[in-house]
């Protein structure tokens, strides 16, 4: 898929807020950004939803799962 740079302007605090999801999920401000995006201008809801829940679950699983390696029994 062609990707264009562009240009837009948002209030600093949606960008904070974009900038701690997309961290929290592990991917990109852009890649979030082009998600969410799709999802609602794209009619990828489903799609969308399914794919933010899948990197949460994920994050949430390698963060749990990285604690257990380091633990002593």
């Not at 898929?1 to 990109?28: P, R, T």
């Amino acid at each position: 898929m062609a990707k264009k740079l562009v240009s837009i302007n948002l209030d600093e605090s949606l960008i904070s807020e974009i900038d701690k999801m997309s961290e929290s999920l592990g991917m990109s401000r852009s890649a979030f950004v082009s998600l969410i995006m799709r999802g609602t201008c794209m009619g990828e809801t489903a799609e969308t939803v399914k794919y933010l829940m899948s990197a949460a679950v994920e994050k949430s699983t390698s963060k749990t799962s990285g604690s257990v390696v380091g633990e002593t029994v």
